[in-house]
């Protein structure tokens, strides 16, 4: 497996660490980069990279990297290559596995600051066992998640307590976050006894097995005051009597008419549907 690394984020790691070293590595640095200003331009831009990503190891930036990535050898094993790049905000961060009929890829982002934080390994090690799971067969990953007779908001409560259930069973091997685990556990699936909670910590259930019990607790939506829209999401204190079903169903094909809508979707959809392209004038 190759490591690819994206430009803007080695540099921008090399320019932190360089910042908080003792002034003679700032000085060598920074001469060192001021030499590369005199390139033509197609040449400056390569020699930057090569620069940054000389002083990334030299510095013993990429073992943080490197040392986190040997405890996973399926993803060496099975995966072309690794790109680690920049993004701006922790939202974004994380990683993502490709698949192509003809390799594995997997790419990893996060801030430049991350690297220096307390806790990184933890972090990189949490999104490289979603990785490792994806790739073994016996975990039996499959990306679409599917609930045919739900409504929309159903279905994002679904996703929801599948993606805290798997994060339960990774730091449950990685021996970490615990407590803020069982936090997430009680506020998604608030009727599940502690000790279904304890079971998927110590072990580690396959794919289909997570899906059944994010599944079991599922709660229907029920056309009370306040409950939310099955199409919006929003609460809504007045219920459509009559739903246009046909319109509906274009946009939300697994919503029925037992799941109702809000009388303000109604009458949308009763005019045309939510999203319609914009007009042409000639």
């Given at each position: 497996m190759q490591l690819h690394y994206d430009a803007e984020l080695i540099e921008g790691?090399?320019?932190?660490?360089?910042?908080?070293?003792?002034?003679?590595?700032?000085?060598?640095?920074?001469?060192?980069?001021?030499?590369?200003?005199?390139?033509?331009?197609?040449?400056?831009?390569a020699a930057f990279f090569q620069l940054h990503l000389h002083w990334f190891r030299e510095l013993g930036l990429e073992d943080k990297l490197r040392a986190v990535l040997q405890r996973f050898p399926i993803i060496t094993a099975n995966t072309a290559t690794l790109l680690?790049?920049?993004?701006?905000?922790?939202k974004d961060e994380g990683a993502e596995l490709f698949v192509r009929p003809d390799a594995k890829n997997v790419a990893i982002a996060f801030r430049c600051e991350r690297l220096f934080e307390p806790g990184f390994e933890?972090?990189?090690a949490h999104e490289l066992c979603h990785v490792s799971d994806m790739l073994d067969p016996s975990f039996a990953y499959e990306p679409e998640i599917r609930l045919t007779d739900a409504p929309p908001?159903?279905?994002?409560?679904?996703?929801?307590?599948?993606?805290?259930?798997?994060?339960?069973?990774?730091?449950?091997?990685?021996?970490?976050?615990?407590?803020?685990?069982?936090?997430?556990?009680?506020?998604?699936?608030?009727?599940?006894?502690?000790?279904?909670?304890?079971?998927?910590?110590?072990?580690r259930p396959p794919h289909p097995e997570l899906l059944a019990l994010a599944k079991s607790v599922l709660v229907r939506v029920e056309k009370t005051p306040g409950a939310p829209c099955?199409?919006?999401?929003?609460?809504?204190?007045?219920?459509?009597?009559?739903?246009?079903?046909?319109?509906?169903?274009?946009?939300?094909?697994?919503?029925l008419p037992?799941?109702?809508?809000?009388?303000?979707?109604?009458e949308l959809y009763s005019t045309g549907r939510l999203e319609q392209p914009a007009p042409l004038y000639i």
């Open positions: 790691i090399v320019f932190l660490e360089v910042r908080r070293s003792p002034a003679l590595l700032a000085l060598r640095y920074d001469r060192a980069r001021t030499k590369l200003y005199d390139l033509p331009g197609d040449e400056r831009e680690v790049r920049r993004t701006v905000t922790k933890s972090f990189l908001a159903e279905v994002d409560l679904l996703r929801e307590r599948y993606r805290v259930l798997w994060d339960i069973t990774i730091d449950g091997r990685l021996n970490q976050n615990r407590a803020a685990r069982f936090a997430e556990f009680q506020k998604v699936m608030p009727t599940v006894p502690e000790q279904k909670f304890a079971e998927v910590w110590r072990q099955p199409l919006c999401k929003f609460p809504t204190f007045v219920w459509a009597t009559e739903p246009p079903v046909v319109e509906i169903g274009k946009d939300f094909p697994h919503w037992a799941h109702g809508c809000c009388a303000r979707c109604a």
